[in-house]
């Protein structure tokens, strides 16, 4: 299916057969990062500005990697040492940063909502990079992308999410890709993390469960969430101790799992908190294809929506 999108917002958005083209695309693109010369000339003459008002590790990387990849032009932007300390706004900033004649800005904003507010009066494509609570969808089709090269397909496959859903952009990302291309999630973490009608979320809603050996037993893959200090307004769980001893993923917890079992971790990782050391560095954990897997999601989404297609071949 064509994918005619001028942003990529979130995935709450898109159809099934949207997702999958930006899934196979990320395929095609996968192999360009195993040559010799990572370079090829889909986005030359294209500027892109990779805008951070949060920290990031793996999500900024990994988009200028996948820009430089595309010989696109790139500047960066983050909040500390930029004028916003000044006071500015984000509307200004963007608004400046477009009079460069900017042709798409990568962001990343604490706020919910944020790019589509932008998206409303920028002639600019807008990227999500994680926008607050809300959504996290180059993160998610990464996710999916991993799940789909080590199950074959996701359809039907189980998926459990652990941890903290209510503070995630990260869950509902793939919650909505998920279920939208017909597979079943299962959310799993502390009552005090579970948001309100959570169970009605993502195309068919999720089952929630609050065993954590219950929440595995059948599951396909498990994807494990970062306890947000960050963003909690207050203590949601007694002590990080206790917390891993509940929630946290272990060899012993992990027998509960089937063996072909899947573990991902959209990183940065908690270690002794929401993931055991043994777990993180184990057989079944993809965490690092994951991040791999991003570099190609990302070249994907960012040739799509320039308007790129196949169908002059594959960018040599
Ligand atoms: N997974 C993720 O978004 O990591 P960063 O915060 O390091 O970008």
Redesign the pocket.
Known sequence: MPFNRKHLLGLEELAAEEITTILDTADTFKEISERPIKKVPALRGKTIANVFY?????????FELAEKRLSADTVSFSKTGSSVSKGETLRDTVENIRAMKVDMVVM?HGSSGAHRFLANFLDASIVN??DGQHE?PT?GLLDMMTMRQHLGHLGGRNVTIIGDIMHSR?ARSNIWGLTKVGAKVTVCGPSTMMPAEIESLGEGGVTVEYDIRKAIAGADAINILRIQLERQKARLFPSMREYFEVFGVTPEVLESAPEHCIVMH???MNRGVEIAQEVADGDRAVILE?VTN?VAVRMAVLFLVAGGSFESGTPE
């Open positions: 949060e920290n990031s590790t793996r999500t900024r990387i990994s990343r990079a994680g996290h993160q990260v959209p990183g940065p994951q991003g």
